[in-house]
Antibody, heavy 122, light 107 residues
Framework: QVQLVESGGGVVQPGRSLRLSCAAS????????IHWVRQAPGKGLEWVTV????????YYADSVKGRFTISRDNSKKTVYLHMNSLREEDTAVYYC???????????????WGQGTLVTVSS | IVLTQSPGTLSLFPGERATLSCRAS???????LAWYQQKPGQAPRLLIY???NRAAGIPDRFSGSGYETDFTLTINRLEPEDFAVYYC?????????FGQGTKVEIK
């Protein structure tokens, strides 16, 4: 069965960096785009970024553009989210989710990881 | 596209029908609208995609309808496990966006 496992969350000071990982199994990883969606404590869901199957297309929400970078290693079946210049408003649970196809087009999400909490605080 | 869900909270008894609304600020192309259920401490779970198609393993008491700007999730005969927060999401236009959620609570 499809499994997505996030890791790398933790407490970090404003302005610092953090890298999240999303390890996949149970499907042909290199055939799918992968998204990150976040949820601030007690709040709703916010789409963050997407990467296509071959890294040729990457898109970002305006709130993270220029600060976050998504990448993937198909040999390791892992997607990474590099987060720089973190702000308190980036505090959230970060979920990775499998897209509906190989592209970076908008998608619904059949499969989600369990999430990893990022807390930005001094 | 801004999605507005109503009501914010729905208080119902088990066995009753829940009707949740999701209104879009502009037409959602190709009825690219999904519904998710989320319970505390869990990831969202896909219920409905393309406005009216149930995801794999979703009971038939869940149904979706609507088009353009007005969409509805109906839950017939609420079971105890259905009390949760529900989100709509549009993926017809980038960036995909979510509604703010409707909480279905036990009355």
């Amino acid at each position: 069965q499809v499994q997505l496992v996030e890791s790398g969350g933790g407490v970090v000071q404003p302005g610092r960096s953090l890298r999240l990982s999303c390890a996949a199994s149970g499907f042909t990883f290199s055939n799918y785009g992968i998204h990150w969606v976040r949820q601030a404590p007690g709040k709703g869901l916010e789409w963050v970024t997407v990467i296509s199957y071959d890294e040729s297309n990457k898109y970002y929400a305006d709130s993270v553009k220029g600060r976050f970078t998504i990448s993937r290693d198909n040999s390791k079946k892992t997607v990474y989210l590099h987060m720089n210049s973190l702000r308190e408003e980036d505090t959230a649970v970060y979920y990775c989710a499998k897209g509906k196809d190989s592209s970076a087009s908008p998608s619904h999400f059949d499969d989600w990881g369990q999430g990893t909490l990022v807390t930005v605080s001094s | 596209i801004v999605l507005t869900q109503s009501p914010g909270t729905l208080s119902l008894f088990p066995g009753e029908r829940a009707t949740l609304s999701c209104r879009a600020s502009q037409t959602v192309s190709s009825s690219s609208l999904a519904w998710y259920q989320q319970k505390p401490g869990q990831a969202p779970r896909l219920l409905i995609y393309d406005a009216s198609n149930r995801a794999a393993g979703i009971p038939d008491r869940f149904s979706g309808s609507g088009y353009e700007t007005d969409f509805t999730l109906t839950i017939n005969r609420l079971e105890p496990e259905d009390f949760a927060v529900y989100y709509c999401q549009q993926y017809g236009k980038s960036p995909e966006t979510f509604g703010q959620g409707t909480k279905v609570e036990i009355k």
